[in-house]
């Protein structure tokens, strides 16, 4: 970075796990484009959609990759997750079988990343609000059983969407930040590859769970 540069750039790595078509790839889009297809097929392979915002005067741009949940993709798992710093782990409040599934993502998750992930259960589809299978109060109470922030979003009509991918990535931003200011090594090491990171935020971020409607 040049020294003339006014404001530092981050890129970070933020996967969307998930049973098969609970709306992986509608977040993103709603998210990316603020586009929504209702007869949308399968992810095959891996896509990433790169979006940027500014924390405290620095660009951040997040790089969110969005695979299959179907188990003949699994090979891809471990390059998929590799240098991920953020998760949305994602289950559909109409179907049982996609939040039973969530223990086994995040063991997976647990297994290819680091333990300082920050990490975001997301019950989509809370438009479907009248055949809901899982209610607020399992989705929370998971999500504190594991330490995860909670969130309900629908892709179909933008409800958290926003919320959902600006939280978790200003939580990078806060995790990033207090590594630099815990540790000594850690700032040489940004050092060496030109990277250079300040406290700017050190107002106390305690807010755990975010619910829809």
Known sequence: ???????EEYLFKIVIIG???VGKSNLLSRYARNEFN????ATIGVEFQTQSMEIDGKEVKAQIWDTA???RFRAVTSAYYRGAVGALIVYDISRRTTFDSIGRWLDELNTHSDATVARMLVGNKCDLDDIRAVSIEEGKRLAEEHGLF??????????????????????IFNNVSRKVLNSDSYKAELSVNGVSLVDSD???QNQ??????
């Open 1 to 7: 970075m040049s020294s003339d540069d006014e404001a």
């Open 69 to 71: 949940g179907q188990e």
């Open 202 to 204: 050190k107002s106390n």
């Open 19 to 21: 049973d098969s078509a």
């Open 208 to 213: 755990s769970f975010v619910s829809c409607c």
């Open 150 to 171: 909670f969130i309900e979003t629908s892709a179909k009509d933008s409800t958290n969407v926003k919320t959902a991918f600006e939280l978790i990535i200003k939580e």
């Open 38 to 41: 209702m007869h949308s097929k």
